[in-house]
């Protein structure tokens, strides 16, 4: 009996096109941007030092208002490419920004208009873009996020095509007045050491402050054991914090960290925000172990910006003030001898 | 005596204007320069074949194509989320058993490779499902980094499953 087979086939593939190399090649070249690439022209002033502000679109606007941002893409391939420009919408859940699927609805994509919609570049070439997003006036406060995206076609043959889309943040917070102040607390330290011996510290964060949070930062251990300290360890990034949202920075350390106690100083920060808390610490012996979380106390921040200004205009306001009644005592005396 | 008075009066002005200014101008902008590209995601080969199988397997994988992703925006918090997203898989007239839904997609990224020297790291996906937008990759560091994965396609299949060549979209969003 003849058997019959037939062939579910996934994909129908040109069989002589570059099935491109499921087999990892070299390690890619570090220097060269590849493909399609966008980047942000514009940042408002206001906000020159904001790390987040120079590689997002991060604003504070009033019902009513309207920016404009330009962004550029660029063609970082030998041959031509052509790339749709789009706004969509994005959501911030579970500590990570989340894009939505092309077409989802978003008011930041009603709001928003790209021009051109569509860029062909030759080989090696850029194109910048105008971004304008106009908030209506009936707009409710509170943050938008979303992605100015710069999309590639659907790649050819009968079977999978693939769309790649590469994109720049927006987080914008609507509201009169002005800009939320932007606030966050760490809730507790918890010291463990993971299925694999490598201890970690893991920090609560609570968004306490009007504006979604993009957390880093490192943590130092002091008074350790023998009176050792290590560090600083970077905390593990990609935390993304809506307002009012608790959730999990971690900090790994390094195996050679044993278990303690430790005074742990982690200190944190999102754009130009930051904060220093302090706690006591204990890594469990065993792989799989965690200690019970501590509640950390705040610390202030060495070289805290704010501190030195504070202190430097004080001791200018008394210098003056001391002339002055030099000066003072000196004419009263003065009008005293001539009288 | 005047020469004291004087002194005393610049100090106090420098002391006043030294104060940080508290609202800047909104809307006002400044260019941000710099020769880098951003942040760019390569271009997908065209033809990608996952394979094929009898019918009456239960599940087909094969691999996407490596996707790469270069980051030159040269942060000291280097950051961007890979996402994935897919249509259903269909054939002919895209009746139920003509249907692989997207739900019953599931998606590996794999080991990223990164550049030589740099530093961080991708935390890769596995196994994850494509009924809604997942992440395909988290990348963490510093500085310039040019990472790229080949991931991998698991389509759980039907018993009614019927032959044929299906086809869908599979999107990778960078931001």
Known sequence: MRIRRLLLTLLLGTLTSGVPGAVA??????????????????????????????????????????????????????????????????????????????????ELAEWSTVAPASVSLAARKTANALVTITVPRTAAAGERYGVIWAELPPSKGSGVQEVNRVGVRIYLSIGPGGEPASDFTVDSLQAIRRADGLPEVI??????????????????????????????????????????????VTVPLSKAINGGPWTARLELRSGLLRRA?????????????????????????????NTVTFVAVTMLSLLSLLLLLVALREWLRRQRAKA | MRKILIGGAVIAIAVAVAQPASAGTTGATFTLSGNSSGLAVSVPADGVNLGSAATGASTLSGSLGTVQVTDTRGSLIAAWTATVSSTSFVTGTATTNETVANALISYSSGTATKGTGQVGAMTPSVGVTLGAPAIAGIWAGTGNNTVSWNPTLSFTLLPSQVAGTYAGTITHSVA
Do not use: C, W
């Open chain 1, 203 to 248: 920090a609560q964060v609570h968004n306490t402050g009007g504006r979604a949070l993009d957390m880093s930062g490192s943590l130092s251990l002091s008074h350790g054991p023998a009176g050792l300290s290590a560090g600083p360890f970077p905390a593990t990034l990609g935390t993304t914090l809506v307002a009012g949202q608790t959730e999990p």
């Open chain 1, 25 to 106: 090649s070299a390690p890619p070249h570090a220097a060269q941007a590849a493909g399609l690439g966008i980047r942000l022209l514009d940042a408002p002033t206001d906000r020159r030092t904001d790390p987040r502000a120079q590689i997002y679109i991060v604003d504070h606007l009033a019902p009513g208002a309207t920016i404009r941002r330009r962004v550029q893409v660029s063609d970082n391939t030998s041959g031509p490419l052509t790339a749709s420009l789009y706004v969509g919408g994005a959501t911030i859940a579970g500590g990570t920004f989340s894009p939505a699927a092309k077409g989802t609805p978003s």
């Open chain 1, 277 to 305: 808390v302090e706690g006591l610490v204990t890594f469990p012996d065993h792989a799989g172990g965690a200690s019970p979380p501590v509640k950390p106390k705040a610390v202030p921040l060495y070289q805290d910006k």
